[in-house]
């Protein structure tokens, strides 16, 4: 049996205030769906009000797109309708 890990880091900048509390991080997958892979964590420079938004983590699910959502809890288990980015296929 062989286990994948997969390294995601992701990097984004203008992102605007999330209209909820924060910014979750979803893979979508082949065989199980969309999964929640952490919250961004977003910072805004000294002389700038742009923010800067970071995560970094490992999976073992092999993703085939990502998504942002704006969500209010970061322990979610299904992402809410608030998608703020997404990649295509």
Do not use: C, H
């Amino acid at each position: 049996m062989a286990i994948t890990i997969t390294k995601i880091d992701l990097n984004i900048t203008r992102l605007a205030e999330p209209t909820r509390k924060l910014y979750i991080v979803w893979i979508e997958t082949e065989k199980n769906g969309a999964k929640n892979i952490g919250q961004l964590k977003t910072s805004s420079g000294f002389f700038s009000k742009t923010l800067k938004s970071s995560l970094t983590t490992v999976t073992s699910f092999k993703p085939t797109g990502f998504f942002i959502s704006a969500e209010d809890d970061s322990g979610i288990q299904r992402p809410g309708s608030q998608v703020v980015l997404s990649t295509s296929r």
